[in-house]
Nanobody
Framework: QVQLVESGGDLVQPGGSLRLSCAAS????????MSWYRQAPGKERELAAS????????NYVDSVKGRFTISRDNAKNTMYLQMNSLKPEDTAVYYC????????????WGQGTQVTVSS
């Protein structure tokens, strides 16, 4: 059974930093590209960042380029998102899943982790 557990969200001031974690189980983590998605209030969920199965390739939505860094530890079945220079528009619930534009486990979304950027 696929399980995706996000953690690390918090309330942070603009310009601050957070590190999100995604603990995965129930599938061969190291075989899949993984991604972070986010859903802001009143908006559809969007793809924020992706990383290849080996970690050698990463991609980011333009709005987070240069501020966010996605990484993974295949030995720990865990993916991370380092978020720096946070802006109010980064406020959203952040989710992880396998895949990228095509989500692999559409019925197995985790609970997400809330990131709120506000002074």
């Amino acid at each position: 059974q696929v399980q995706l557990v996000e953690s690390g969200g918090d309330l942070v001031q603009p310009g601050g930093s957070l590190r999100l974690s995604c603990a995965a189980s129930g599938f061969s983590f190291s075989s899949y590209a993984m991604s972070w998605y986010r859903q802001a209030p009143g908006k559809e969920r969007e793809l924020a960042a992706s990383i290849s199965s080996t970690g050698g390739n990463t991609n980011y939505v333009d709005s987070v380029k240069g501020r966010f860094t996605i990484s993974r530890d295949n030995a720990k079945n865990t993916m991370y998102l380092q978020m720096n220079s946070l802006k109010p528009e980064d406020t959203a619930v952040y989710y992880c899943n396998a895949g990228g534009q095509v989500v692999m486990f559409r019925r197995d979304w985790g609970q997400g982790t809330q990131v709120t950027v506000s002074s």
